[in-house]
């Protein structure tokens, strides 16, 4: 149903503002209303919603930086909530790729999900910069040819400026998300075919069996698979965070965020025009038939998010209001 | 048919001291054996045959490093052969992680394909460093709902020390290589189903019409399309290069090499027992039914790699080895 994003955001921030501070609460929320606003259903309000929701996570510390170089960053997150420590980390990287050129800034010890990493690459890009995330996940997909869940849904983000809006690249690495099943279940949906398989390796349609058994890669091949498995390596052993297997780790999500400045190698000012002129390119080629736009990856988005913030409304599944007492 | 390496080598640096010095043959040739020895059919001794063969190209001048600082450097390499290039960049970059950190090296002005990203990235895996590579190279690959080629087959590669072999991740972006429509072309054999597109955008299988129409992403997907894309930008505007149309550009090849020091974020040492122990619990995960082995990226180059160095002998096609006049 739509709702008056300005009156969400009021029951949002008093939803969060039972854990958290006016200030913590106020980060985590402005993450929570841009994905409902850009229409990103799964990465959204959903986080409130469940068995282990967001606002109900009991932070062990405040977060500790444990390793700060010219060029990079390692945070303790305390366990506190990611789509708080990724803004303080995409913060820090911007910093350290401003002074340096290059930042890498890793988090670990997180217990949720940072949702769409594309919030997170916008905001990079938006300095002029170029913006690369990654992040892992419990393990809930498996590796081509295996049916264990060996990595986690394992998004991956870019983001790159240029004279129009940037460019936010942003999946998943599994054919379906985490909190795609969680959704279809709670909706009491089947989710597509050929995307999960129950824990005896036969595909299912049921949420319930899938998440017993895995996700399969995005592409049902090697590569997805490989994809998947470098980013378990990026955001996980080398985020000082968990890889592989849920039994040892229990839940550790891990971040990696990149900044990149392309003063290192071209002028930005040529750099952005170009970029211009390759979107103008790839979207005026010939279409499929049937076909009536090509889009940019991140368009329907940004759409969407425009939309929501002229008309002042959002559309949220009625099932996440009541859920969270909201109508 | 079985050729003796050492015989074929000797066979190769004669083929190349045509055009090029010994030391750059030597260079050029070390690149295009390995191809061959890890059984990568179509990034080795293919380069030789074909319209625009490697050895054939007139350098227009000697490699220039355009802009040089701490962290990174662009090289214009003057039409030089991309394999030879693309070693010197992979031991600049290495050198620059070695002493901040952290490197990136952009090439362009290359006129031909660098091969397998794998070669490169291992060699600064090897150095105890996190190696990524993506090049692109003249727009042979549609868009998503898009039927005109606008990116190249833009490979990427990543490699990751352990404390065993590496992890060498390699893949094109495109749903096959051009040197495999190539390949397929000069045994005049058909190209598999959907994975390219004639000039009208139906799918075909002859390889003559896949090059003059466009190959589809590896996944058939947005998610594919967006990576292209990616690397178009990262090895395209990023690196000087060229990007989407190729009657601008005409030849333009871009390569982008990254360089991490694991030290930056955690301690080497760890972090590549680690890597180790990620890749263990992957393979010992269980298996679908009728699969012995959840193969790592890169195990199976690697095997044949390892089998050639023991046997002395490789498999070389037949119709290469005539080409070349070896045979």
Redesign the interface.
């Known amino acids: 149903m739509k709702i008056k994003i300005k009156e969400l955001k009021e029951k949002v921030m008093k939803t969060l503002m039972q854990n958290f501070s006016k200030e913590e609460a106020e980060r985590i929320s402005e993450y929570l209303i841009w994905a409902e606003m850009c229409g990103i259903k799964t990465q959204g309000l959903l986080k409130l919603i469940g068995d282990n929701p967001l606002q109900k996570i009991k932070p062990l510390h405040k977060i500790k930086i444990e390793?700060d170089?010219k060029?990079?960053q390692?945070i303790n997150a305390g366990a506190m909530p990611a789509p708080l420590v990724s803004q303080i980390a995409t913060d820090n990287v911007i910093e350290k790729a401003k002074a340096?050129?290059?930042g890498?800034v890793?988090v670990h010890n997180i217990f949720s999900s940072n949702g769409a990493q594309g919030f997170y690459v916008e905001r990079i890009a938006k300095e002029n910069l170029?913006g690369i995330m990654c992040s892992r996940s419990p393990a809930s997909a498996?590796?081509?040819?295996?049916?264990?869940p060996?990595f986690g849904t394992n998004p991956i983000g870019?983001g790159?400026p240029t004279n129009d809006e940037p460019?936010v690249?942003d999946?998943a690495t599994s054919a379906m998300t985490w909190y795609g099943l969680v959704l279809a279940k709670a909706r009491g949906e089947k989710i597509p075919e050929n995307v999960a398989i129950d824990n005896n390796?036969k595909i299912t349609t049921i949420p319930d069996e899938a998440m017993k058994g895995a996700l399969l890669p995005?592409?049902k091949?090697?590569?997805?698979s490989?994809?998947a498995?470098?980013i378990?390596?990026?955001a996980?052993?080398?985020?000082?965070s968990a890889?592989?297997?849920n039994k040892t780790f229990k839940e550790e999500w891990g971040t990696l965020l990149i900044a990149?400045d392309?003063n290192?190698?071209?002028d930005v000012k040529?750099?952005k025009e170009?970029?211009s002129?390759?979107v103008k390119?790839?979207k005026s080629?010939?279409?499929?038939?049937g076909?009536n736009?090509?889009?940019?990856?991140g368009e329907d988005s940004r759409k969407s998010y425009q939309e929501a913030l002229k008309t002042g409304f959002i559309e949220v599944d009625e099932l996440i209001l009541k859920g969270l007492g909201y109508i």
Chains 1, 2 share one sequence.
């Not at 996980?236 to 000082?240: E, H, K």
Request: aromatic share 12%.
């Open positions: 390793k170089t060029l990079s390692v340096h050129g290059f890498i890793a170029i498996a590796a081509f040819d295996g049916i264990d060996v870019f790159f460019i690249f999946m390796g995005f592409d091949s090697y590569k997805g490989g994809i498995m470098i378990e390596i990026l996980g052993p080398l985020a000082s890889w592989v297997d990149i392309p290192l190698l071209t040529k750099f170009n970029c002129d390759l390119k790839v080629s010939r279409k499929k038939e076909i736009e090509i889009k940019i990856p």
